[in-house]
């Protein structure tokens, strides 16, 4: 028997092991659930999930029941078992590579490979089931200037006390439910369009599970597509609940590694934790942070999110803090300092991967098939009536 410490996650992965024995029993298959990775001209990190479900409803790891792949309720998110430690092979640029789930079913492969910058895609392939394409964002190694962006309570308005944020949102809410916080949107667009090879990364304490979820929910809303570096969801080897603060300070980590000649512009919100993740950054790698942009949370916000964080701004010297409640008043300081020029125009998102724009037109195929009454074109004559 396991220690007391190491006993929650024991008794994790012995009920995911008994859930893997039933629904193999009941037929269903493995399936790769594809996220957005990200790399360079000679790297790839491809990260995807498999896990078990009925063959039937997915293709190339989306839904098919439109009112399941929408998402309708994010539960269902949660009701297909991982399967732990699963090897995979990965094809990228030609050259295939085996690779080995880790004990949540995650993939988190680092591919070497020679690519062009853009957006590029990489198969998963599991034995027994299908294949999956998955999206990668080739970083241009000219790119200087990166976006690493907070989620809740930063570009989703949650309203939630924090005990209850990360059930309601990952079992409960879609992303049409899902509320974009005003103004942000545009704001990460123009900070992408000073330089047009720059990145945007979003880090957040939320659950793979959420994932695609979350990039239809940014893809709707015009926000600009990048990866999600996201958790695990369940216990780890020591503790019952995952550090939230831990993830988010070894993803900035892994970024500066990865990227070691980007200046990263770091956008978050005052509830807790952001301003103290983000200073702490700043202080460890002078000269990588070009400005630390944080959305002030109302005073009703402030109290559900569980306060505020504490007063850091002075702790990073030479490195500027903008704060607003929004991204328009955000957007006129980062003019004031230099940093957008308020002559130019808001920048449109990197162009969408091919999965995305497939998704969409086919999101339109159904809805004009459903509604043909609303969705038709005009003629002429009803155009003159």
């Known amino acids: 028997m396991p220690g007391p410490d190491q006993l929650p996650a024991w008794l994790h992965g012995h009920w995911q092991r008994h859930r893997r024995r039933r629904r193999q029993a009941a037929g269903d298959e493995p399936t790769i659930l594809s996220f957005t990775g990200y790399g360079t001209t000679t790297w790839v990190r491809v990260l995807a999930r498999v896990i078990l479900a009925p063959g039937e409803e997915f293709v190339n790891g989306r839904r098919l029941a439109p009112v399941i792949k929408d998402g309708v309720r994010g539960w269902r998110n949660f009701i297909s078992p991982p399967l732990a430690f699963h090897q995979v092979d990965v094809e990228v640029a030609g050259q295939r590579h085996t690779v080995r789930a880790d004990r949540n079913g995650i993939i988190d492969a680092v591919i070497p490979a020679q690519l062009e910058p853009g957006w590029t895609t990489a198969e998963v392939h599991v034995a027994g089931g299908d294949s999956s394409s998955v999206d990668v964002i080739v970083v241009d190694e000219t790119a200087r200037q990166g976006v690493i962006c907070d989620i809740d309570d930063t570009i989703v308005v949650t309203a939630l006390p924090r005990p209850l944020l990360a059930g309601w949102n990952s079992f409960v809410l879609d992303e049409h439910a899902r509320i974009p916080t005003p103004g942000i949107s545009v704001l990460l667009n123009r900070l992408l369009a000073r330089e047009e090879s720059s990145p945007a990364f979003y880090v957040s304490t939320g659950a793979w599970n959420v994932a695609q979820t979350l990039t239809r929910f940014l893809t709707r809303n015009l926000y600009p597509l990048g990866p999600l570096l996201l958790t695990s969801w369940g216990p780890t080897e020591d503790r019952v609940f995952r550090s939230g603060m831990q993830h988010k300070h070894q993803a900035l980590e892994r970024l500066s590694v990865d990227f070691p000649d980007m200046q990263w512009i770091l956008v978050g919100d005052d509830g807790q934790h952001d301003p103290e993740i983000y200073a702490s950054f700043a202080r460890r790698h002078p000269g990588k942070v070009r400005a630390i942009v944080i959305r002030q949370l109302t005073p009703s916000e402030a109290l559900l999110a569980g306060g505020r964080a504490a007063e850091t701004r002075h702790t990073t010297p030479g490195v500027p803090w903008i704060y607003g409640p929004d991204g328009a008043a955000l ?53 003159d009536g």
Request: hydrophobic share 30%; net charge negative; glycine share 6%.
């Open 331 to 383: 957007t006129l300081q980062l003019e004031e300092l230099g940093i957008l020029n308020p002559e130019h125009g808001t920048g449109s998102p990197q162009a969408w991967p091919q999965s995305v724009r497939t998704e969409e037109s086919e999101s339109v195929e159904r809805l004009q098939m459903d509604f043909p009454l609303f969705t038709q074109d005009f003629s002429e004559a009803d155009a």
